[in-house]
C-alpha cells in the first residue's frame, strides 16, 4: 500500500464522528500499553505459546521457497490437516509475477514444503489499465487476497485468490482494476481442483481470461459453494478493496481494509479492520449501526487486527499494538466488546536477509481460522503471520489465556507425559534453529538447535514472581568450540538481571555491567549443573556450577522480582528500532548461508523461593 493512501485513510476515520462508551462497541479497558523500543514490547507473554516457522525464504533453494517476498498467509483446519497458503512475489510487494502457495500439517509443528496454488497468470498484451498509460506486454498478474479458505456447507474445502494489476510504478493492483478471484478445491487426498474465476473484474470475463467461470463447471457442488460464498455479505466484505468499485454484492463500499469477524452472544456480529476500525452488525453484515470508528483504547496501525471467539466461549484479538508491526499480541475479553490485557505471543524480529519492495519489519498481517473454517481438537488458538513479508511462521495460543504461574516449577523431562514437556513454555522455532522436546539413550530433554547465522532458538518459562528465587537446571552442549547459549532471568517486562553465556570456546561468563567474568569451563557431552540464588532486593546472586564453589555476583541491571528465565542461542537482537529507516533495498551478505549446527539439551529446571 501507498503512502497517500494511508494518510487519507488515517485521515477518513479521524474526521468519523467519536464513538461513545455507552454505544455497542469493542473497546479496550486495560492499562498495559506496548513500548516500541523493545521488539517484545515489554509485555507479559501469553504462557505457553509456540510459534513454529513453517516456510523459510532462501534463494539458494531455487523452487517455490526461491522466491523471497512472502506475505498475507491465511490458516484453515479441514479433514484433520491444518492449511496455510500465501502470498509470493520474487522480490517485492506488487511486483510480478505473483503466485499463490500452500503448506499443511497435521499437527501444526510439521509443515510440508509450499506447493504453488495459484500460478502465475499472463495479462493479455496490449492491455491498459483505466486512467494509466502502461501497456501491457509479457506482463504478469500480482496476488493479493484479504479471504483465503471458504468451507462449503456440504464440507468441502476452497481456497481463494486475487489476481490484480501492476504494471507501473506506484501502480495499486486493489484499485478495482484488475482481472478477478479465483477460487479452488482442495480434496482429501492433497490433490486440486480446477482453478475457476469466481467473479471478474470489469473488462475480463471467461472469453479473455485464462480459467473458466464457476457458473460453467461441471460439478455442480463446486458451483453451490461458490453461490453460498457470493450470497454472505460477511465473506463478501473481506473482498472490498479488490472488487470493482460499486460492486453491489459489497455491502459496505467504503475503503476501510482487511475485514474479520466474529459473532457475539446475543448474535450480532463485531467487525474489525486495519488501524483497529470496528463496527457492529445485526443482520450478518448486510448493514453495519456505523461508520467503522477506531475501537476506544486500541493502539494499531496499517497491520492486520484478527479477532475470533475462543474455544472456552470468551474472545481474543491478535494484533501489533504500536505504529509499527512489532510486537505481536494477545487481548481478551469475555464477553467480545471489552477487552481488558495486553499479552505477547511474538516479540522476536529475525534479520531481514533480502531487500525489497515495501517489505516491513516485524511478525506482521495476522490471521486465524475463520468461523465455518474449521476447530483445531487441541481447543487452542491457532494464528497465522508473516517475519518481515520474507517467512512464513503459525503460533498456537493456549485457551484459556493466561500469564501467570502460580506454583513453582519442579520439570524433569523424562518425567513428564509425551506431549505435554512444553505445555507451559513459550518458544520460537524457526527451521534452522529449532526448539523441540528429544531423546537421549537413556533419557528425554529440551533440546535447543542452531544452524542459522540470522536467526536463534528461544524458550521460556514463566515462575511465580519473587523477589527470591532458586533456579536449577541442567544443559549438555553438544560441541564446545562453536555456537552461544544464553541464559537469563527477567522480570515480567522481559528485563534481564542476569545473563550466563556458554561461548563458543568452552568457557562459561556471566555478565558482569560492561565486561563478561568468567566463572567456568565446560565440555561437550558433558551435563552442567547450575544453580542460582537470586535476591532481587539486594541485587546478588549466587552461582554454582557442578560442584564447585559459590560465586557471588551482581546483577547488571535492577529489576523488582524476577519471573521468567530464557535459554536462548544467541545475542538480544534491537535492531530494527523506531528511528530505522522504513525500506530495506539490500540483501544482507550470506543471505543464503547456513551455520555449523550447535545444540544444546537441557534436562531439567527447577524454582523455589527463597526465605
Request: proline residues 6%.
Amino acid at each position: 500500500m501507498k503512502i497517500i493512501q494511508h494518510i487519507n485513510l488515517l485521515f477518513t476515520f479521524c474526521m468519523l464522528p467519536a464513538v461513545s462508551f455507552a454505544q455497542d462497541t469493542v473497546r479496550y479497558t486495560g492499562s498495559t500499553l506496548s513500548n516500541v523500543d523493545y521488539h517484545h514490547g515489554q509485555l507479559s507473554p501469553a504462557i505457553g505459546v509456540h510459534n513454529i516457522q513453517t516456510m523459510r525464504a532462501n534463494r539458494a533453494d531455487g523452487g517455490v521457497s526461491g522466491w523471497t517476498y512472502n506475505h498475507a498467509p491465511m490458516l484453515a483446519y479441514w479433514n484433520n490437516t491444518f492449511f496455510l497458503e500465501y502470498l509470493s512475489n520474487p522480490v517485492g510487494e506488487h511486483v510480478a509475477p505473483g503466485r499463490t502457495l500452500l503448506q499443511s500439517s497435521k499437527d501444526g509443528y510439521n509443515w510440508t514444503a509450499p506447493v504453488v496454488l495459484f500460478p502465475e497468470y499472463k495479462i493479455p498484451d496490449g492491455y491498459v489499465k483505466e486512467g494509466r498509460k502502461d501497456t501491457a506486454n509479457n506482463s504478469y498478474a500480482v496476488m493479493h487476497q484479504r479471504i483465503g479458505f471458504y468451507t462449503s456447507r456440504s464440507k468441502r474445502l476452497f481456497a481463494l485468490g486475487y489476481y490484480g494489476i501492476a504494471l507501473g510504478e506506484k501502480d495499486d493492483p486493489n484499485d478495482g482494476n484488475g482481472i478477478g478471484r479465483v477460487i479452488r478445491e482442495i480434496k482429501a487426498d492433497g490433490s486440486f481442483g480446477p482453478v475457476y474465476f469466481l467473479r471478474y473484474n470489469h473488462g475480463f470475463h471467461e472469453k479473455n481470461s485464462g480459467f473458466p467461470f464457476y457458473k460453467n463447471a461441471k460439478d455442480r457442488g463446486l458451483i453451490t459453494a461458490c453461490d453460498e460464498l457470493l450470497a454472505t455479505p460477511l465473506l463478501m466484505q473481506q473482498m472490498v478493496e479488490e472488487a470493482d468499485r460499486g460492486d453491489e454484492l459489497i455491502p459496505l463500499k467504503k475503503d476501510f481494509k482487511a475485514f474479520c469477524y466474529y459473532h457475539l452472544p446475543n448474535g450480532h456480529v463485531a467487525g474489525f479492520w486495519k488501524y483497529a476500525l470496528t463496527s457492529i452488525s445485526t443482520d450478518e453484515g448486510k448493514t453495519w449501526q456505523y461508520n467503522p470508528t477506531r475501537a476506544p483504547g486500541f493502539v494499531n496501525a496499517n497491520a492486520k487486527i484478527w479477532a475470533q471467539r475462543t474455544g472456552d466461549g470468551k474472545y481474543a484479538a491478535v494484533y501489533n499494538p504500536s505504529e509499527f508491526r512489532w510486537p505481536l499480541a494477545v487481548s481478551t475479553s469475555n464477553d467480545g466488546l471489552n477487552y481488558h490485557n495486553l499479552l505477547l505471543v511474538n516479540g522476536e524480529i529475525t534479520a531481514m536477509r533480502y531487500g525489497g519492495a515495501y517489505k516491513s519489519y516485524g511478525p506482521q498481517y495476522v490471521r486465524g481460522i475463520q468461523e465455518m473454517n474449521g476447530r483445531p481438537p487441541d481447543g487452542n488458538m491457532w494464528v497465522t503471520w508473516s517475519m518481515n513479508k520474507e517467512d512464513m511462521w503459525v503460533s498456537k495460543v493456549p485457551v484459556p489465556v493466561t500469564d501467570k504461574q502460580k506454583e513453582h516449577i519442579d520439570e524433569v523431562f523424562s518425567n513428564i507425559k509425551d506431549g505435554e514437556e512444553l505445555r507451559y513454555w513459550n518458544i520460537y522455532s524457526p527451521l534452522w534453529c529449532s526448539v523441540a522436546i528429544e531423546r537421549l539413550p537413556n533419557e528425554k530433554g529440551l533440546v535447543l538447535k542452531d544452524k542459522d547465522p540470522f536467526d536463534y532458538a528461544k524458550a521460556e518459562r514463566v515462575f511465580p514472581a519473587s523477589e527470591k528465587v532458586k533456579l536449577s537446571f541442567a544443559v549438555t552442549p553438544s560441541q564446545d568450540g562453536k555456537g552461544v547459549l544464553e541464559i537469563e532471568v527477567t522480570d515480567a517486562k522481559g528485563i534481564p538481571c542476569l545473563r550466563l553465556i556458554f561461548d563458543s570456546t568452552g568457557t562459561i561468563f556471566t555478565k558482569q555491567g560492561y565486561r563478561n567474568r568468567s566463572v567456568g569451563k565446560y565440555k561437550r557431552g558433558e551435563k552442567v549443573n547450575v544453580n542460582l540464588d537470586l535476591n532481587a532486593i539486594t541485587r546478588f546472586y549466587s552461582l554454582t556450577i557442578n560442584d564447585n564453589k559459590p560465586v557471588l555476583n551482581i546483577c547488571f541491571a535492577p529489576i523488582k522480582k524476577a519471573e521468567r528465565i530464557v535459554f536462548r542461542t544467541g545475542t538480544t537482537v534491537r535492531f530494527p528500532n523506531a528511528d530505522t529507516p522504513t525500506d530495506q533495498n539490500y540483501d544482507l551478505p550470506g543471505a543464503d548461508s547456513k551455520g555449523d549446527e550447535a545444540t544444546y539439551f537441557i534436562h531439567y529446571l527447577k524454582t523455589a523461593a527463597l526465605p
